[in-house]
């Protein structure tokens, strides 16, 4: 299993600036993952980080609006940027070890 | 992306009853896993499944990969408070999928 950090877990923000959400792991891994579950949703992947490249988005997020980073095996942040009302979500990141995936507390995010 | 098809989609039941949720696919998939996830926190990994008709056990949770590669069950035993949360399967392929999600209500 891996162990799985973020901060902050939960902000308020206003509208127009941007948050930066870090997530550390105990262990290396080569894959991690950021999710967003809005209110009584399931999770919808917004993107795939691995160390030394790109970020790899899914259809619907880009990279201008939700910037990542991957500096190393056990660390990754996701940037959202300019914010609206309509990213007020819970974003979440997760890892995969020996095929199963596990996540991360979650990020509790709030634009006003 | 895709999602699965997780029935049913919200359950109220007495503490100690049985419960049952499924989840299914049009697609075949190579592992299922099953998460609670609790107000405030992320999913929990509860049981993961590798081989069709693999049925496992954890505690008083049981599940099965069903025999084609394209369902999943899960069964709660015996009920009880803490059960309550929002369980949701998941699927992999070539990635994964998460289900849509089952609320759970245990009332005391």
């Known amino acids: 299993s891996a162990v799985i950090s973020q901060k902050p877990s939960r902000d308020i923000c206003q509208r127009g600036t941007s948050l930066t959400i870090q997530c550390q792991v105990d262990s290396q891994v080569t894959m991690m993952f950021w999710y967003r579950q809005q209110p009584g949703q399931s999770l919808t992947l917004i993107a795939t980080a691995n160390q030394g490249s790109e970020a790899t988005y899914e259809s619907g997020f880009v990279i201008d609006k939700f910037p990542i980073s991957r500096p190393n095996l056990t660390f990754s942040t996701l940037t959202v940027s300019n914010m609206s009302p309509e990213d007020s979500s819970i974003y979440l990141c997760s890892v995969e070890a020996n095929g199963e995936q596990y996540f991360g507390p979650g990020t509790r995010l709030t634009v006003t | 992306g895709q999602q699965l098809n997780q029935s049913p989609q919200s359950m109220f039941i007495q503490e100690g009853e049985d419960v049952s949720m499924n989840c299914t696919s049009s697609?075949?998939?190579?592992?299922w896993l099953w998460y609670k996830q609790d107000p405030g926190e992320g999913p929990v990994l509860l049981i993961a499944?590798?081989?069709?008709?693999e049925l496992t056990s954890n505690g008083r949770l049981t599940a099965q990969f069903g025999i084609t590669r394209k369902d999943s069950f899960l069964n709660i035993s015996a009920s009880i408070p803490s059960d309550v949360g929002i369980y949701f399967c998941?699927?992999?392929?070539?990635?994964?999928?998460f289900g849509t999600g089952t609320s759970l209500t245990v009332i005391p």
């Open positions: 499944l590798y081989k069709a008709g």
């Open positions: 998941a699927g992999t392929g070539n990635q994964f999928y």
């Open positions: 697609s075949i998939f190579n592992t």
